[in-house]
């Protein structure tokens, strides 16, 4: 009866283990990234805030 049990148990487990390592999705190595820097040619404008506050009208 112990005998049985733990055969059972045994095989559930070294399953379990087998189908884990076979549903394992593989991964892919990264490829070699560009080490080069990037280079920004479009000069960086930014728009001026008027010093002079729009009336309200309170």
């Given amino acids: ?34 080490t080069q820097p990037k280079v920004i040619n479009k000069p960086i404008t930014t728009q001026e805030v008027p010093a002079q506050l729009a009336p309200t009208g309170s």
């Fill in 1 to 34: 009866m112990i005998l049985t049990i733990t055969i059972v148990l045994g095989s559930l487990i070294t399953l379990n283990f087998l189908l884990l390592f076979f549903s394992c999705n593989s991964t892919k190595k990264p490829q070699k990234e560009n």
